[in-house]
């Protein structure tokens, strides 16, 4: 049973726009000029694919979370040391696609919102810390867990495997906590400030 730690962000300050369909050409061009124009092509061309999900997919948040997981899951996983010189980057949706490269914390963050502007309630969504074992090895890992309702068991979405599983059917997987900073409640450590920059770097994207 996955460990429940729930962290808030207040609602002055959480992300609210829907953040595919609000890019525009000045978000564009601010991309282009980080990532050259092959980011900013792949990204729209990411961007209308999520976008278009509306109009493709059957109404049930199943067909949603598969093709948005699989849609995302192409990017490259590349480690943060590697692709941004740090030792722990969390890549806003737009970093993930234009720079054709993140590792698992940027996958979740890119598909909690592409999923939450396709339709699915944040309360049923929580990013979730892991240990995973892999071949004789315990990394540090991120997925995604949707609950259909406050009881059910989860199901993990997860950028190394395409197949969605219950929680049950991942003894691979080892949670420690999980959260989700736009729901209530009180907490402060290093994943909410994490959160806080992070939305707080989307925001600036528009800005720029």
């Known amino acids: 049973m996955l460990l429940s730690l729930v962290i808030s962000l207040s609602v002055a300050d959480y992300f609210t726009r829907d953040y595919f369909a609000t890019m525009d ?9 980080r990532f050259e124009s092959s980011g900013s092509l792949r990204l729209g061309k990411t961007r209308q694919q999520l976008l278009d999900l509306e109009n493709e997919l059957p109404k049930n948040d ?3 979370l598969r093709v948005v997981s ?5 990017v490259p996983q590349v480690s943060d040391s590697a692709h941004w010189g740090v030792d722990d980057y969390w890549a806003t949706p737009a970093e993930l696609v234009a720079s054709n490269g993140g590792d698992c914390e940027d996958f979740v963050i890119a598909k909690y919102f592409a999923l939450k502007e396709s339709g699915i309630p944040a309360e049923k969504m929580r990013l979730v ?3 995973s074992f892999q071949e004789g090895k315990i990394e540090n890992h991120m997925v ?3 609950y259909s309702t406050p009881e059910a068991e989860p199901l993990l979405l997860d950028n190394i495997r395409q197949q969605m599983l ?6 691979d997987l080892l949670p420690v906590y999980e959260f989700n900073g736009e729901l209530s409640g009180k907490f402060s450590g290093p994943a909410m400030r994490k959160w806080d ?4 770097r989307m925001n600036k994207e528009f800005a720029s």
């Not at 050409?25 to 000029?33: L, N, T, Y």
């Not at 219950?166 to 003894?171: G, M, Q, Y």
């Open 197 to 200: 920059g992070l939305v707080g």
């Open 25 to 33: 050409k000045q978000f564009f061009a601010h991309i282009a000029h």
């Open 166 to 171: 219950p929680a049950s059917k991942r003894p």
């Open 62 to 64: 199943i067909s949603t």
């Open 70 to 74: 699989a849609l995302l899951n192409r």
């Open 144 to 146: 995604l867990a949707y």
């Open 129 to 131: 810390y892991v240990k």
